[in-house]
């Protein structure tokens, strides 16, 4: 029987909350009393156990934990992001991970990150962009009413030196771009999934973690497209990426395991190892690293290529410049990136180059054959 004493019981305020939508609710809360549930009691009780949990207080640590928790499914895939969790682990949780969420200072802050700022400024400043997240989950949750200690402008600024002054830029060693077309003769040569994900990285301009990520499910052979997934992305955009008559032919050649959907795979179906590629390369008794292939394709676009810089850019997926962001929010320059492309995959495949003396990009004579790329 239901009970004889009547409460009111809100539903959601209007225009917010539409009449559909009222009407629905008001019919589960309904639901709920004949089968001898008190809405109004549950949401009272759920309210008084916030706010005990809010009196208590909630720990930077418990608050980080939640907020990780919050963000990993979007994050699947991604090993950077993923990676937040176990830096506040162990270099904030330390100091400040048994302090109240809520009551941790500026001056805390700075206390986790100066020690790091000027030797590891990389890591320093990932760790800041998490801290800043967590906080700013804390005072969205209701667990912190103070202003967001970790902020750079108007905060931190002040106080730490920017991270371009400090950090010392690390470059990835690259083929230079006029000897690719005889590493990748070489390359072709050998037999296995490794040498494959790293000619179609070469091909495709992509970062290595991009393909050895691939799976079939994102490659369209009939339109010529892969769609590398936000989640994979470093800028967490999905990017589309064309596919030239040597990366098709490649694609259309691999085998394809039953028991994975991995385009590139390795012991058991599994995706290959992010050393694969780079010890292809130490074979090849090569000092270029996987990543530095991306420096050589944009060291020949921009001297082979008439297209404008973002076209390259772009199929590099650097969203940086206002003229690549403009290009990208418009239609991101898909006919011309196929293209460059089309015209790189010609060059890769085509008679090996007698290449000149290779400095530096950043100046400094190195190896002939190699330079360094800033990445």
């Not at 599994?270 to 050589?296: E, K, N, Q, T």
């Not at 973002?310 to 199929?315: A, I």
Request: proline residues 6%.
């Amino acid at each position: 029987t239901a009970p004889q004493r009547s409460r009111d019981m809100g539903v959601g305020a209007y225009p917010e909350t539409g009449l559909a939508q009222a009407r629905a609710r008001a019919r589960e809360l309904r639901d709920q009393i004949w089968r001898g549930s008190d809405p109004v009691a549950e949401r009272q009780a759920a309210r008084r156990e916030l706010q005990q949990e809010r009196d208590a207080g909630v720990t930077f640590a418990t608050a980080a934990q939640r907020w990780f928790a919050s963000m990993a499914p979007q994050w699947k895939g991604n090993r950077r992001r993923s990676n937040a969790l176990a830096r506040l682990e162990r270099h904030a949780f330390p100091t400040i991970g048994a302090v109240r969420v809520g009551d941790v200072t500026r001056g805390q802050v700075l206390a986790v990150l100066e020690p790091l700022w000027i030797p590891k400024t990389e890591t320093a400043t990932k760790l800041r962009y998490s801290m800043e997240a967590v906080f700013d989950w804390a005072i969205a949750a209701g667990y912190r009413e103070a202003e967001n200690p970790a902020t750079w402008k108007g905060g931190l600024k002040a106080m730490l030196p920017a991270p371009s002054k400090v950090a010392r830029v690390r470059h990835h060693p690259a083929l230079a771009w006029q000897d690719v077309p005889a590493f990748l003769a070489d390359l072709r040569k050998r037999q296995g999934m490794a040498p494959r994900a790293l000619e179609f990285a070469i091909l495709t301009a992509a970062r290595s973690g991009e393909v050895r990520g691939a799976v079939w499910g994102d490659v369209d052979l009939r339109r010529r497209i892969w769609t590398v997934p936000a989640a994979q992305m470093k800028g967490g955009k999905a990017h589309v990426v064309h596919l030239s008559d040597a990366a098709l032919a490649l694609l259309e050649a691999l085998p394809r395991a039953a028991e994975t959907e991995v385009v590139f795979w390795g012991q058991r179906g599994r995706p290959l190892s992010d050393m694969a590629l780079s010890m292809i390369c130490r074979r090849m008794g090569v000092a270029a690293v996987p990543h530095g292939f991306r420096s050589a394709f944009k060291d020949w676009a921009r001297h082979c290529s008439a297209a404008p810089d973002e076209v390259s850019e772009l199929c590099l997926a650097h969203v940086s410049s206002d003229a690549t962001r403009a290009a990208y929010a418009r239609d991101g320059l898909l006919p011309q990136r196929a293209r460059m492309l089309d015209d790189w995959g010609r060059f890769c495949s085509g008679p090996a180059q007698i290449g000149g003396e290779v400095v530096g990009i950043r100046g400094g004579r190195k190896k002939p054959g190699v330079v360094n790329s800033p990445g």
